[in-house]
């Protein structure tokens, strides 16, 4: 979809170049909503049903047939524009998209052009702990098309008209995004948003939330150049793959003489290629006009403060809390907003053991790296809430170390029933509480390192460190070391 105007291109010193070029990239994201009925009919949109058999009249504006605004279409669409801190238009208006195509049984869609209902806002994420912020032209309402069928035919293709009519909300980005990392950032916090708040249930697989990103190179500072538009990327691995596919081409073509030629691409996970599937339309070849059988949209004030009150929290507000409530930094409090699921754990976490900052920690390292090591959700995790709570209070009061921890927590990880002081008394983990015995052993080892202890006393801070190891090493691991720590330093002055 095209917009109404030029983009705006923000100045980035800071962009990675690529062969000497600046890379510069869109995005147009289609996120089904998730309502039970389409957006002018009443048929129905859940998925898998048998090819055919969810297509009425209304979707394939049969003669006689009018298409009736589904309201709750209308609602999601005001939930993401209060989300990502839109203009909801008070009034918008549906315009018709004229081309043809054998899955598009109207031969045009209806969609929003001039005056969508979203426009503006923002989406803000973090990328290697650097907070970044896109911004969004707009997000309009529009119905999908059906779908055609190639695999399962022999010199023929089938069509399936069941996806014809599912509301889509199309939200389109300025090219704010200078790599594939950051457009794959930025994907992933739009997901993020849109399952957050209920309004997609984000199933890349099932077409759900579909990706097409538009692509181009330049010389830094120089005229924008010719874009090529990868269609219908359904997951976050492809989404990489195909854009650095599509600058490494755009760069040898340029740097052999070629010219880039506006284009939909597709990209082939099989051969990690893109390829140009057709030329690329602009806005005057879809002859849009206003749809004559449905009148402007008007979105009344009341209504949408009537959708903002009765929304859940959302992520930004969740992390700002998180910042206030439990004393984190905006990268912890936003890394636990990832998902309701993961923020519902931490404050489970946290309220158990009343150690925030350990248990953020906890969370978004030892435990993430173990999820994201089998590929399981936080739902899946096998150390739950209170478990987690008991092994973050046996550090925080002493009774373990965090290397100990570690080794409590592998055996959580085997047998999610565990105890967590089980595990300690049978392993023998907990930390030399004993003062006294304690200081024999930073007695002894001092006293068989006299060239460490003169080397920190003459300023190498560093030769503290061979003294502490000898010490863990003497207690076996079970000296605290903090307490070792502190008397070293006691005892060195």
């Known amino acids: 979809m095209a917009t109404m105007q030029e983009p705006i291109l923000l100045d980035r010193p800071d962009a990675p170049l690529v062969g000497g070029y600046e890379v510069i990239i869109g995005f147009e994201t289609h996120a089904q909503l998730s309502t039970q009925s389409k957006i002018f009919s009443r048929a129905s949109t859940a998925f898998g049903a048998e090819p055919n058999t969810q297509a009425c009249a209304v979707d394939l504006a049969l003669p006689g047939t009018l298409p009736v605004m589904n309201k709750g279409a209308v609602e999601r669409a005001i939930e ?7 203009h909801i238009a008070e009034k918008s208006v549906f315009a018709r998209k004229n081309y043809f195509y054998p899955d598009l049984p109207k031969g045009y869609q209806i969609s929003q052009f001039e005056i969508p209902v979203v426009q503006g806002g923002t989406v803000e994420f973090f990328l290697n702990e650097k907070k970044m912020s896109v911004r969004l032209v707009r997000a309009h309402l529009e119905e999908d098309a059906g779908k055609s069928l190639h695999e399962d035919f022999i010199g023929q293709s089938g069509i399936d008209l069941n996806r014809a009519g599912t509301p889509l909300l199309e939200i389109v980005t300025e090219p704010d995004m200078r790599s594939s990392a950051e457009a794959v950032a930025y994907a992933k916090e739009l997901h993020k948003i849109v399952t957050w708040i209920g309004i997609c249930d984000g199933n890349m697989q099932e077409g759900s939330f579909r990706c097409d990103a538009n692509v181009s190179v330049r010389k830094p500072g120089g005229k924008l150049g010719t874009r090529r538009e990868i269609k219908n990327l359904n ?46 339309e602009d806005a005057a070849d879809y002859r849009y006009f206003p749809d004559p059988d449905l009148p402007p949209l008007c979105i009344a004030r009341e209504w949408v403060e009537k959708v903002r009150s009765e ?25 636990l907003t990832q998902s309701l699921a993961l923020s519902a754990y931490f404050e489970a976490v946290t309220k158990a053991c009343g150690q925030a900052k350990l248990a953020s920690n906890w969370i978004t390292g030892e435990l993430a790296r173990r999820l994201n090591a089998q590929d399981l959700s936080i739902e ?22 965090n290397n100990a921890a570690r080794q409590v927590m592998d055996a959580l990880w085997e047998d999610a029933s565990a105890s967590v002081d089980a595990i300690i008394e049978a392993k023998g983990l907990k930390q030399m509480n004993d003062s006294g015995a304690l200081e024999k052993i930073v007695d002894d080892v001092l006293a068989a390192n006299a060239k460490n202890v003169a080397e920190f ?25 903090q307490q070792v720590n502190d008397l070293l330093r006691a005892k060195l002055v």
């Open 457 to 481: 006393r003459g300023g190498n801070e560093k030769a503290l460190n061979g003294l502490v190891g000898q010490i863990m090493k003497a207690s076996k691991g079970k000296a605290n070391p």
């Open 80 to 86: 993401f524009g209060l989300a990502v801190n839109s």
């Open 311 to 335: 929304m859940a929290e959302l992520p930004r507000a969740m992390a700002a809390r998180f910042e206030r409530d439990y004393g984190l930094g905006e990268y912890d409090a936003t890394q």
């Open 380 to 401: 899946q995790t096998p150390v739950k809430a209170g478990t987690l709570a008991a092994l973050i209070s046996r550090i925080s009061d002493g009774t373990i170390s």
């Open 235 to 280: 997951s976050f691995k492809f989404m990489q793959q195909a854009i650095d596919y599509e600058v490494r081409w755009q760069i040898e073509q340029i740097e052999d003489g070629h010219k880039i030629q506006q284009a939909t691409v597709l990209f082939n996970p099989d051969t990690g290629e893109t390829r140009a599937m057709r030329t690329k």
